[in-house]
C-alpha cells in the first residue's frame, strides 16, 4: 500500500519523501482496526480508506492558512488528524461529539506520538475557545446553512471556514442568500474519483 500511497501524493503535488508516509500507514491500520468492532467509517477497505480518506484529506492542504486550525465534528481524524501528521508545525483542535470516536482517537494521538492536537468532546455550539483559530475545517458536517449557524461564534474577520463538499454544492450556496459572507468556491485535485471534490472557503464580509 505504500506504493499506492507515494503515487496518490505525487498526484496530489505532494513529495513523498516530505510527508509522514509512515503515520499515514499506521493510521489506517488502526481506523480498519477499530472500525471492525466499533463502526467509526462507512468504509471498509484499508485501500479504500487511504483514498477516501488519507488522500482526500490532504487534497485541502494548499488553502490552509495560519497556525491554529479547528476540525469540528472531526469524527475519526478527517481531515483533522491527517492534516496534523501532514503540518507538525502547526496546533489542531479536533472537535466531536461522539464519544467512541473521541476514545478512538486518544488512542491514534497516544499509539503514533502526536503531539500538535487536542482532542476535544463537545457539540460545535457548546464549544467556546480562549483562542481565535486561523483556519476552521469540516468535512460532510452540515448543509451549509446548518453549518453556519453553529459556527458563527467561530468565523471572525481574520480567519476563514472551509467546508469539504461534493461536486452538486450550488444548492446549498443558493440558500445562503442574505448572509454577510465571502464565499470562494475551488475544485479539489481527486484520487480514484473521490466523492468530496469542492472546497468552500467562507469568511465574513467587511
Known amino acids: 500500500m505504500l506504493d ?12 513523498p519523501e516530505q510527508q509522514a508516509c509512515d503515520q499515514y500507514l499506521a493510521y489506517i491500520a488502526l481506523l480498519h482496526k477499530w472500525n471492525q468492532s ?8 484499508p485501500e479504500e480508506m487511504l483514498t477516501r480518506h488519507v488522500l482526500d484529506s490532504l487534497s485541502v492542504l494548499p488553502f490552509l492558512k495560519g497556525h491554529d486550525c479547528l476540525d469540528i465534528g472531526t469524527g475519526p481524524g478527517l481531515p483533522g488528524l491527517i ?15 461522539n464519544q467512541k470516536k473521541t476514545r478512538f482517537l486518544r488512542h491514534v494521538k497516544a499509539e503514533l506520538d502526536i503531539t500538535n492536537i487536542e ?27 446548518r453549518m453556519l449557524e453553529l459556527t458563527q461564534h467561530l468565523i471572525t474577520y481574520n480567519n476563514q471556514l472551509l467546508a469539504m ?11 445562503l442568500v442574505g ?28
Open 119 to 145: 482532542i476535544i468532546q463537545s457539540r460545535v455550539e457548546a464549544f467556546k475557545p480562549e483562542i481565535e483559530f486561523d483556519s476552521v475545517i469540516c468535512r460532510a458536517f452540515a448543509p451549509l446553512n
Open 38 to 45: 466499533y463502526n467509526l467509517t462507512a468504509i471498509k477497505q
Open 179 to 206: 448572509h454577510k459572507f465571502v464565499i470562494k468556491l475551488n475544485n479539489l485535485e481527486s484520487v480514484d474519483d473521490a466523492p468530496l471534490a469542492t472546497l468552500v472557503q467562507i469568511s465574513r464580509a467587511e
Open 83 to 97: 492534516l496534523a501528521l501532514a503540518l507538525p508545525e502547526t496546533r489542531w483542535v479536533l472537535l466531536d461529539s
Open 4 to 15: 499506492k500511497l507515494k503515487a496518490g501524493l505525487l498526484s496530489l503535488s505532494l513529495d
Open 165 to 175: 463538499k461534493g461536486k452538486q454544492v450550488n444548492e446549498e450556496i443558493n440558500v
